[in-house]
């Protein structure tokens, strides 16, 4: 990896699906993914397997991974809660989880039922059998900028949570403006935390919500952190069912038009992507509200 390296880790089919109410078919959500393969992704969070209950949208996290057309140097990470989330997740062929819990108390409540303590308990062995297997983890750290019960968050609350997760021995931590109310100096003074507390940049990845389309200018003051690895959805869909107001993942299409203007490296082929947002629109039978979706990319006008 180069100072200008970055990885776009996509979260369409996971974070982006998960808070529709309408079932979406698991084939539309495999030829999703496989549009996504085909514009050059190649870190994908598939599904979760957490409660059916919980989540019906990604209730066929079994199948669809078992169906899954895995392509070579694509990574398909998955959700899981817990021990049966491992279970079913390694019954299906993952290789790749992320745990998930929060800064604060009561967004982990509402969202997986513990306390952040709870929490940590309950990845232990997940994450001891996840290493043991050799698979890549992540751990999220969700409501670090602000939480729809609680409001304001502390970065030290961030950073106590991310250690936790770090000492587990997760792979890299996401940490995640799950309800989108973040600005680029809030990402300044949480990334500035981390980073004065040891954490090592290249293990750290920002989920952005662009609920007050402020995700942009998060990733701008994030890579001029050092940030080199940013969550996104393609086509924009997207939000936590338990965090009440969440609206909207950063859409893929215009992370990637922003990295290209910066001259970053990213990998993805901005019109296959642009093919795969229209067919996830398709599916969801509504149109891409996604600025880069809406006007595609820029073409010079040949005289
Ligand atoms: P619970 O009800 O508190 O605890 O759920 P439980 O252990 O008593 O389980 C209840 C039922 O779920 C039982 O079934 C279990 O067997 C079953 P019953 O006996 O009642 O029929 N169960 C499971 N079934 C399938 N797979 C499993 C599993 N575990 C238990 N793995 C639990 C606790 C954690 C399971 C539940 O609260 C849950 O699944 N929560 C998931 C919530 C979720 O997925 N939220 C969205 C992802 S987080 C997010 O979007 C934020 C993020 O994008 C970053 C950001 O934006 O900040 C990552
Ligand atoms: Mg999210």
Known sequence: MTER????????????????????????????????????LREIEATSFVSPRAVPQLADADELMARLDRRPGVRYPVLVPNLRGLERATAAGADAV?????????????????????????????????????????????????????GEVAASAVVAVARQLIELGVDEISVGDTIGVAGPADVRRVVGALVAEGFNRDRLAMHFHDTRATALANVSAALEQGIRCFDASTGGAGGCPYAPGAAGNLATEDLVYLLEREGMNHGVDLDALLAAARDVSNTLGRPLSTKVGQAGGWRVPVP
């Open 98 to 150: 992320c745990v998930f819990t929060a800064a604060t108390e009561s967004f982990t409540r509402a969202n997986i039922g513990m306390s952040i303590a709870e929490s940590i308990d309950a990845f232990r062995p997940v994450m001891t059998e996840a290493r043991e297997r050799g698979w890549w983890t992540r751990g999220y750290v969700s409501t670090a900028f602000g939480c729809p019960y609680e």
């Open 5 to 40: 390296d970055v990885r776009v880790y996509e979260v369409g089919p996971r974070d982006g699906l998960q808070n529709e109410s309408t079932p979406i078919p698991t084939d539309a959500k495999l030829r999703y993914i496989g549009l996504l393969a085909d514009a050059g």
